[in-house]
């Protein structure tokens, strides 16, 4: 089986806008490389390649871009190359979110960055071995959202938590490896799939991969620099580092957490990896489809409040932020679902063997995810999120009564049920997907 990795530079500069707030961000200089990643499998017949994108989102505009860049450079069709954008909070501007937005010249650099980094990963394609495996990382990723003991719901409400009653959604602990080594069993690269936002602060203000740059530092400090590392999000929307339950002092940002979280799941991927055992190829195969998410509008009295006038800076400690900016939010959504009253989404699904790789554009909830793998027709089955585009917030259906996720907002404008309507469309794709083999 022929597979090689590639990757391309995507730092931001000095000054660039830096999404993932509620207000606006500038990059103040460079912590660590952001990079496009890389890996092309090609089992002699068809040809995928996976991308890890170290970006908060990105638009399916530009994925689109790159696309065509790769289908008229080597030839790999669209449907068979999946973008994952690693969700760091500290990375370019290639999306418009809150009051950040995206940049025209860091977006056309970033669709070429994203081509390139696949081009290179095809033209260093060599005869490889490949596995699959599956580990666990334990307490370094937690539910955010808790039901609290009056029946409300709340996102981190670890300052009450003498009223938190018990987590409301599911959590993915799991740690998936795809691993590929030469004849010798010398290790060439995996591609990391694992649940957690990248909100740990690596980079303190300056550009990062938060921790997921960590973790790829890790394993290409054991196994070298040319090591491909290829990360891929997993249903994180409601899953960050944060554990609610610890004292209320407890700090969850900064280098120390970083690697927590980026040092465990590097670990738990070497153990993996060691354990593997490679055959000499697998069959590759994708499929894609693009459907339509019902957008909502904010409620009556919702609009009516975001009307008033409102002053300058007040705060609004139950919807994490100034009134004026929820009520810009509310206003934008209503303009929002006139120009768009369907949102379009696409849905993909990458076949190695017996293992699928199935992803879809939204922040998805975790246990929308585990439904995705416990209806699907394959022996393995990873989610990945922030895939291909971004339609904002996929919260489950239960969790529209509070908490920030599902706050009306251009970042959580669609309807409850939409995220039920991804998984069972996401099934039904990886259905047609197994029956051709």
Request: hydrophobic content about 35%.
């Amino acid at each position: 089986m022929l597979i090689g990795f590639g990757r391309a530079n995507i730092t931001p500069s000095y000054g660039m806008e830096v999404p993932g707030g509620m207000s606006k961000r500038y990059t103040q200089g460079v912590h660590d490389e952001l990079w496009a990643s890389a890996c092309v499998l090609d089992d002699g017949e068809e040809t995928v390649a996976l991308v890890g994108v170290d970006a908060l989102s990105i638009k399916h505009s530009t994925c689109e871009q790159a696309r065509a860049m790769i289908e008229e450079a080597v030839d790999v069709p669209p449907e068979h190359v999946m973008f994952g954008a690693s969700h760091t909070h500290s990375g370019g501007p290639s999306c418009d979110l809150f009051e950040s937005e995206s940049d025209p010249h860091y977006l056309e650099h970033l669709a070429r960055q994203m081509a390139t980094a696949v081009i290179d990963a095809h033209r260093r394609r060599d005869e490889l071995r490949i596995g699959v495996g599956i580990g666990a990382v334990n307490g370094v990723a937690y539910p955010r959202r808790w039901i609290m003991k009056d029946g409300s719901q709340k996102s981190h409400p670890r300052a009450e938590q003498e009223n938190m009653s018990h987590p409301q959604g599911e959590l993915d602990e799991s740690c998936n490896v795809i691993g590929v080594a030469d004849a010798d069993g010398e290790l060439r690269g995996c591609i990391v799939n694992f649940t957690c936002h990248g909100t740990t602060g690596y980079g303190s203000g300056y550009a990062s991969a938060d921790w997921i740059g960590y973790m790829r530092e890790c394993l290409q400090g054991v196994f070298g620099a040319d090591f491909g590392v290829v990360f891929l999000q997993g249903a994180c929307g409601d899953v960050t580092q944060v554990d609610n339950t610890a004292p209320v002092d407890t700090s969850w940002s900064g280098p120390a957490v970083a690697r927590k979280v980026g040092g465990s799941v590097a670990g738990e991927t070497l153990k993996v990896l060691a354990q593997m055992q490679f055959v000499e190829g697998m069959a590759v195969s994708g499929a894609r489809r693009t459907i339509g998410l019902n957008v909502r509008r904010p409620s009556e009295e919702q609009l009516a409040w975001a009307y008033e006038g409102h002053e300058q800076g007040a705060p609004n400690d139950p919807l994490w932020g100034a009134n004026e900016l929820w009520a810009r939010e509310f206003r934008n959504l209503d303009a929002l679902a006139d120009e768009e009253p369907v949102a379009p989404a696409e849905l993909q699904a990458i076949a190695i063997g017996d293992t699928v790789i199935a992803s879809n554009p939204g922040e998805f909830f975790c246990r929308l995810g585990m439904d995705i793998k416990r209806g699907s027709p394959f022996a393995r089955t990873f989610v990945v999120e922030l895939a291909n585009g971004c339609v904002g917030y996929v919260p489950t259906e239960d969790a529209y009564e509070g908490g920030y996720e599902s706050r009306p907002a251009p970042s959580s404008k669609l309807e409850p049920g939409m995220g039920e309507k991804i998984v069972s469309e996401t099934l039904a794709l990886l259905e047609r997907l197994r029956a051709r083999g």
